[in-house]
């Protein structure tokens, strides 16, 4: 079975299935129904709450961090795939490691769900004192994420020196003294393995005592202060980008039918790379010879170029255009395409203030299967490559 | 208003799981997709109610949804604003094999534009000039972003067996 069809297949088995909570939904609708008529007289009084809740939420949350870093003790232990390292606080050892099951998925370890071959992992510690005392101490660090995650529970805590948010709760069972919740999102560094930027994640710093649990909580709040962020907790660079009204012509090619102008220019509310052709949008329909796709910062940084392709075919031979925006040390851009030479442009607007600079081919035979395209440097050195159209020859139908 | 009513509830108790699920694979997102239904739905009420019904509700329904859509894809920080608060457990969609599981997976990863112009393609069955006219973009921006995921796709299954479609080549900028 092709890629189509499987799509098909799986897309189109949803519309026989039952929608989980499909029981109260007529009664939600009728609550969201009523809300409707009181919105304008309750936008007014909503705005003015709003202000004093800015007030009462966002001024305490700006003070410093009241946790107490952890005392350095004699050794540190990594928990990569909840994304932490900790500093064991001092007369403190791991009794045990608690084990789940995750996924390594393009170097990154992600929940079990469905992709590669699960492995076991270690996603969770238990803390005792060496001595003993406290008697019955114990802390365990666990990690909570899934969709329904609620952040009410950080509301009212605090914030850590790099701005997570923890607050404490109390205990839940008897001998618990309190659980910590401390706020710790999940950054994939490969974005597209995690299917977003960010994935919900709450660290569970949860302490009991049979005596003494005023100690306990202490070492819990170094405990607190104490994680380090490594692997997918720590935020990647984001990529430069520019305002969403900007508009820049960064340069013109071609001539006749096959003149272009690649730009950046918004459409929409967004702001996007677009080649237009002046002689399609003087003798063509209404809304033909622009083509605009919105700017995607993070691939451009990640793979050096961010490729499009134009079909010409209100022109004689009707080639494929590539174009597209590259990182701004990009000199030059080669596309390599099967059964043809690989051939190199390069790369312009550099004097236009953008974080970017822009390519496009000469023409290229439709139907053309590309390999790839490859940034190089101002030495022609490989400095990144995208595999853009993968599978599909270029103009084919979707 | 009663006869209406109830005609309407009738409609709803039909189109609800679809919306809601059309709304899912959109976002990607179960509380998503309901909240996205559940406006549409209130929208549809609304112009019911004025007795301007549409010929065809449940179409109308799902491209309100849509168009509610596209204006959620504007905003930069969706899933920023989506983290605070709570949001119902994962959802799939049914799958009978780890081969549609993991296509899911694949699909859910997209970044929205892309797998909004796959869904209404292959689930709606919608021609590139009807995405493009409900997404409010150029029929070639359309059609390189469906090449763009389907790519994407191909690279995150790792199938290189799997055939690309290699019918004629559309003439479309």
Redesign the interface.
């Known amino acids: 079975m092709?890629?189509?069809a499987?799509?098909?297949?799986?897309?189109?088995?949803?519309?026989e299935?039952?929608?989980?909570?499909?029981a109260g939904?007529?009664d939600?609708?009728l609550r969201?129904?009523r809300r409707?008529g009181r919105v304008a007289v309750a936008t007014t009084a909503c705005l003015a709450l709003v202000a004093v809740l800015a007030g009462v939420v966002l001024v305490p949350r700006l003070r410093p961090s009241r946790v107490v870093p952890a005392v350095p003790g004699p050794g540190k232990v990594r928990v990569e795939s909840q994304g932490y390292e900790l500093q064991l606080p001092a007369g403190w050892k791991v009794e045990r490691e608690l084990m789940g099951t995750y996924t390594p998925v393009a170097g990154e370890m992600v929940p079990a769900?469905?992709?590669g071959v699960p492995r076991p992992a270690v996603v969770g510690l238990v803390l005792v004192p060496r001595s003993g005392r406290p008697k019955g101490a114990r802390i365990t660090i666990t990690t909570d994420r899934?969709?329904?995650?609620?952040?009410?529970v950080f509301q009212g805590g605090s914030r850590r020196a790099d701005g997570r948010e923890y607050r404490l709760h109390p205990g839940a069972s008897p001998g618990e003294v309190g659980r910590y919740a401390v706020m710790w999102?999940d950054f994939c560094s490969q974005r597209?393995?995690?299917?977003?930027?960010?994935w919900?994640r709450i660290l569970w710093v949860t302490g009991s005592a049979q005596a003494d649990g005023d100690r306990v909580l202490a070492v819990m709040k170094r405990i607190v202060g104490a994680l380090r962020p490594i692997t997918n907790s720590r935020r990647p660079p984001a990529p430069p980008t520019v305002p969403r009204s900007i508009e820049v012509l960064l340069g013109t090619g071609g001539s006749g039918r096959t003149a272009w102008e690649a730009r950046i220019e918004p459409?929409?509310?967004?702001s996007g790379f677009s080649m237009r052709?002046p002689w399609?949008q003087e003798h063509g329909k209404k809304?033909?010879?622009?083509?605009?796709?919105?700017l995607?910062p993070l691939d451009i940084q990640q793979q050096g170029t961010w490729t499009?392709?134009?079909?010409?075919?209100?022109s004689p031979g009707?080639g494929v255009l590539l174009s597209g925006l590259a990182r701004k040390e990009v000199a030059a851009v080669r596309f390599e395409l099967e059964g043809q030479a690989p051939a190199t442009v390069p790369t312009f607007g550099r004097d236009k203030g953008l974080p970017w600079v822009a390519y496009v081919s000469s023409m290229v035979p439709?139907?053309s299967l590309i390999h790839r395209v490859v940034a190089l440097d101002g030495a022609g050195r490989e400095i990144g490559e995208e595999?853009?159209?993968?599978?599909?020859?270029?103009?084919?139908?979707? | 208003m009663a006869v209406d009513d109830a005609e309407f509830r009738e409609f709803f108790a039909g189109e609800y799981a679809r919306l809601c699920w059309l709304g899912f694979l959109l976002t990607g997102s179960g509380a998503e997709g309901e909240e996205l239904a559940q406006e549409a739905l209130v929208r549809m009420w609304w112009r019911w109610r004025l007795g301007r019904r549409p010929a065809d509700p449940a179409r109308y329904a799902r491209r309100v949804l849509v168009n509610r859509q596209r204006s959620v894809l504007r905003r930069a920080a969706v899933e920023a604003r989506s983290l605070g608060r709570a949001r119902p457990a994962e959802l799939v969609p049914p799958a009978d094999s780890e081969r549609a599981m993991v296509l899911w997976e694949a699909v859910k990863a997209l970044p929205p534009r892309q797998r909004a112009v796959l869904v209404l393609r292959y689930k709606e069955d919608l021609t590139e000039a009807e995405v493009a006219r409900l997404l409010g973009l150029p029929v070639g921006t359309v059609k390189s972003t469906g090449h763009r995921a389907l790519a994407r796709l191909r690279q995150r299954l790792g199938s290189p067996d799997l055939d690309p479609a290699a019918s004629a080549p559309e003439e479309r900028p």
């Not at chain 1, 299935?17 to 499909?22: H, L, M």
């Not at chain 1, 597209?192 to 960010?198: E, F, I, Q």
């Not at chain 1, 809304?287 to 919105?294: D, Y």
Request: net charge negative; proline share 7%.
């Open positions: 092709n890629l189509d499987e799509l098909r297949e799986l897309l189109g088995r949803v519309d299935a039952p929608w989980p909570g499909e939904a007529y939600r609708f969201r129904r409707r769900t469905s992709i899934n969709e329904r995650l609620d952040y009410s999102l597209r393995s995690c299917g977003g930027p960010v919900p459409l929409g509310g967004s052709f399609l809304g033909q010879g622009m083509h605009w796709e919105s995607e499009l392709m134009d079909c010409l075919f209100w009707s439709k139907s595999h853009p159209f993968q599978g599909d020859r270029l103009c084919g139908p979707i």
